[in-house]
Structures are given as C-alpha cells and as structure tokens.
C-alpha cells in the first residue's frame, strides 16, 4: 500500500510489519518471553527458547551482530534505537536479578547476548560432567545395537555442543594435527560404545 510506504519512509520501518525495525502495539520492554528466566545452570535450554522467541519476532540480527547500528543521520537511526532498548528490556526481564545487575553496564543488547554466551555457554562445564556421567553408565542393557548406538549418538552430539573437541579448520584437512583430532574422537567413541556392550570384546593393541 502506498500508504504504509510513506509512513515507513518517516520512521524508518517501525510500522511495517515485516521490517526487522518493526515494534507491535502490544510490546513493551518489561515482558517475559521464557517460561524460566536465566540462573546459573539453565543457559542452553533458556538461550534457546529466547532465541525461538526473537526469531519470530525477527529481531535475531540484533543480538547477532547482523543489524547494525547505522549513522545518527540515518532513516532507521531512531527505529534502531527503539528496537534494542526494547530487547534489552526483554532480555533484562528474563534473568534472575544477580545476572541482570551484572550486565546493567552493557551498552547493546548484543553486547548482553555475547556476555552471557561467554558466562554461560558453550563452555558449560556441569553439564559435560553430568554428560559424561550418563556415557559411561550408558549400557545395551538388551536393547538392540543400533538403539543402544542412537542413544550414544544423541549424549555424543550433545556433548560435542556443550564441550566440543577442537577440530582442524584447514583447507580439506590432511594435516598431522587434525588426522589425530579426528583419530582421537573417533576411537573414545569407539571404546565408549564397546564398554557398553552386552557381549564383551577383548580389544587387541
Ligand atoms: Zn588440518
């Protein structure tokens, strides 16, 4: 509609809905959109589900990095401006109030993002423990091979996203380092998998 254009052309895409700059009626910084605000043991479940959240809102790019921050003197300057102080609203609101003070001084809410990313994430030192745990007292028990292998697989998976073993980035790897990488995951694996067997395997070296 040529309506809605002219209106977008003033306030830089606040009103249109499929604009990333796009604030509905009803949104207001203090909402909760997680069903747990973030503690210190929940960070990959609540990332997630905040993550869902501002996707469909389309509002990923700015805690990504994506969107960035454009001159003052640009049309979507003040759309920007809006749209951060209100996921850094939405951000605040969902954490317990120990986390929330210690991001008070962050300047984006992609600076938010990456703080807590960086506190909590990846690195999450419990929670491979706690995987690890489930691996070794992982067993066939008499289910089949291939289901007892799908339920390693999925510890295996989720291990390699909570404490994931380096690999090479090289150009199509042959170099020394990652070959052992890539050797050294493939036979923990292996010897993870044949602990768990019902029937006992003697390994030959
Ligand atoms: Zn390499």
């Given at each position: 509609m040529a309506g809605n254009k002219d209106k977008n052309k003033n306030d830089g895409g606040a009103s249109d809905h499929t604009s990333p700059y796009y604030i509905h009626a009803s949104d207001?910084?203090?909402?909760?959109?997680?069903?747990?605000?973030?503690?210190?043991?929940?960070?990959?479940?609540?990332?997630?589900?905040?993550?869902?959240?501002?996707?469909?809102?389309?509002?990923?790019?700015?805690?990504?990095?994506?969107?960035?921050?454009?001159e003052s003197s640009d049309a979507t300057y003040m759309a920007w401006m809006r749209c951060g102080a209100m996921i850094k609203g939405w951000l605040n609101t969902a954490m317990e109030k120990e986390i929330r003070?210690?991001?008070?001084?962050a300047v984006t809410a992609q600076d938010i993002w990456s703080d807590?990313?960086?506190?909590?994430?990846?690195?999450?030192?419990?929670?491979?423990?706690?995987?690890?745990?489930?691996?070794?007292?992982t067993k066939q028990e008499?289910?089949?091979v291939s289901a007892y292998f799908t339920k390693l697989r999925s510890l295996w998976d989720e291990i390699q996203l909570v404490f994931p073993i380096?690999?090479?980035n090289c150009k199509g790897c042959s170099?020394?380092?990652?070959?052992?990488?890539?050797?050294?995951?493939?036979?923990?694996?292996?010897y993870?998998?044949?602990l768990g067997l019902d029937v006992e395997y003697t390994i030959r070296t």
């Open positions: 207001y910084p203090r909402q909760l959109h997680v069903n747990d605000v973030l503690t210190d043991v929940n960070y990959n479940d609540w990332s997630q589900e905040m993550m869902n959240f501002l996707f469909a809102k389309k509002k990923v790019g700015f805690i990504d990095g994506s969107i960035k921050k454009p003070t210690s991001v008070k001084y807590l990313k960086e506190r909590f994430g990846n690195t999450s030192a419990p929670r491979a423990y706690e995987l690890k745990q489930s691996l070794m007292t008499g289910v089949s380096p690999t090479c170099c020394e380092i990652g070959k052992q990488l890539y050797d050294f995951k493939q036979k923990e694996k292996l993870e998998f044949l």
